[in-house]
T-cell receptor
Framework: GAVVSQHPSWVICKSGTSVKIECRSL??????MFWYRQFPKQSLMLMAT?????????EQGVEKDKFLINHASLTLSTLTVTSAHPEDSSFYIC????????????FGDGTRLSIL | AQKITQTQPGMFVQEKEAVTLDCTYD???????LFWYKQPSSGEMIFLIY??????QNATEGRYSLNFQKARKSANLVISASQLGDSAMYFC???????????FGAGTRLFVKA
């Protein structure tokens, strides 16, 4: 079964709305989670590393005020796209490591975000 | 710097035939892991196979095998007896023990023909 749960799967909303995406680790604790963005027919682009109990680490070029990340517990990280605009439409996917960094990560099923 | 290269944007294979998806990598960390993921059109990332840098034998998982050539820094995925359901995007990825993030290649889209 899935070890990382991501919700919602689909979001369609109006421009200017803020959208929250949740990523939960099931049956294990994740002090770190990763948020990726993926455009059609492209690879995953790491946006930020979510750290439990501390600030997220953002990749270069990712707007911190646009993409708010909160890692309030050992099993939950949230990504909030604030004041979303059509250019924020994309596929967002989270992952969590269950072991050392040279081991594969567990991915959520992703969220398709469409901003009208 | 660590890097993953997948040079095949798209591949076609006839159903029931084998296909090899290429992946080369670059790292200075002696301890690392190589992974392949399948991403169907629905979007979820499905983990297929893992190869550790110190593993002596090539990894196999059912119809998937990883042709690991350490000296050449290549980690090609071999899918035997292709099925229509294998049509998807395939990503090669790497994680370093001394690192933190997983890095991904650009991906290869596989089309299986009936």
């Amino acid at each position: 079964g899935a070890v990382v749960s991501q919700h919602p799967s689909w979001v369609i909303c109006k421009s200017g709305t803020s959208v929250k995406i949740e990523c939960r680790s099931l049956d294990f604790q994740a002090t770190t989670m990763f948020w990726y963005r993926q455009f059609p027919k492209q690879s995953l682009m790491l946006m930020a590393t979510s750290n439990e109990g501390s600030k997220a680490t953002y990749e270069q070029g990712v707007e911190k005020d646009k993409f708010l990340i909160n890692h309030a517990s050992l099993t939950l990280s949230t990504l909030t796209v604030t004041s979303a605009h059509p250019e924020d439409s994309s596929f967002y996917i989270c992952s969590a490591p269950q072991g050392p960094s040279n081991q594969p990560q567990h991915f959520g099923d992703g969220t398709r975000l469409s901003i009208l | 710097a660590q890097k993953i290269t997948q040079t095949q944007p798209g591949m076609f294979v006839q159903e029931k035939e084998a296909v090899t998806l290429d992946c080369t990598y670059d790292t200075s960390d002696p301890s690392y892991g190589l992974f392949w993921y399948k991403q169907p059109s629905s979007g979820e990332m499905i983990f297929l196979i893992y190869q550790g840098s110190y593993d002596q034998q090539n990894a196999t998982e059912g119809r998937y095998s990883l042709n690991f050539q350490k000296a050449r820094k290549s980690a090609n995925l071999v899918i035997s007896a292709s099925q229509l359901g294998d049509s998807a995007m395939y990503f090669c990825a790497m994680g370093e023990t001394g690192g933190f993030k997983t890095i991904f290649g650009a991906g290869t889209r596989l089309f299986v023909k009936a």
